[in-house]
């Protein structure tokens, strides 16, 4: 069974430039987070969805960030306009919940570097 | 808010050794709770997942356990192999009316050598 999808692996881009990361959950799921990892402050979620729906973005950073998920099976991370604080590594991952009882399946990140 | 703490936050020790590794969350109001494993430059795995109404879970040389009472896990690892080298992580579903999203400690980095 294919995982969690992300794209792209790595992406190299100058400030100011727009950035969008884009992922695929596993079929059938209907949760969806995005995670940001730093060195400084480990893992964090930052927006998760529910049958495509955001439910909280409380950790999304700035009004810089923003995420859709237009369908089931894709989601996008935007960052726009860009800032060399913004590199990291992002992750999504996505679950089939029920009552909190199933685990959450991570893709391999994106390594954003913002120069 | 829910805080999650990992200790140590590196360990070193020779091959076949059996080590304990730490977590402390400070909310016991969780779903769950979920042991990661990260390989450099790669995603986490999930490793073990134990709910709220389990004391522990085994997978292999692994075992996790649970004191929701007094906010802490372990994760044991048996006969500990250089492959077992990674950053060990450690995170907690929230059931106390936050974020459905995980919760994570910073991690522990261990090197088994050889």
């Known amino acids: 069974d294919a995982g969690v999808i992300q794209s792209p692996r790595h992406e190299v881009t100058e400030m100011g430039q727009e950035v969008t990361l884009r992922c695929k959950p596993i079929?059938?799921?209907?949760?969806l987070f995005w995670y940001r990892q730093t060195m400084m402050r480990g893992l964090e979620l930052l927006i998760y969805?529910?049958?495509?729906?955001?439910?909280?973005d409380s950790g999304m950073p700035e009004d810089r960030f923003s995420a859709k998920m237009p369908n089931a099976s894709f989601s996008t991370l935007k960052i726009q306009p860009s800032e060399p604080r913004d590199s990291a590594v992002y992750f999504c991952a996505s679950s089939f919940r029920r009552v909190g009882n199933q685990p959450q399946h991570f893709g391999d990140g994106t390594r954003l570097s913002i120069l | 808010k829910q805080e999650v703490t990992q200790i140590p936050a590196a360990l070193s020790v020779p091959e076949g050794e059996n080590l304990v590794l730490n977590c402390s969350f400070t909310d016991s109001a969780i779903y769950n709770l979920q042991w990661f494993r990260q390989d450099p430059g790669k995603g986490l795995t999930s490793l073990l997942l134990i709910q709220s109404s389990q004391r522990e879970q085994t997978s292999g040389r692994l075992n996790a356990s649970l004191d929701k009472s007094s906010g802490r896990s372990t994760l044991y690892i048996a006969a500990s192999q250089p492959g077992d080298s990674a950053t060990y992580l450690c995170a907690v579903a929230s059931s106390g009316g936050g974020a459905d999203g995980l919760t994570f400690g910073k991690g522990t980095h261990l090197i088994i050598q050889p």
């Open positions: 969805f529910n049958n495509n729906v955001p439910i909280d």
């Open positions: 079929s059938g799921h209907d949760y």
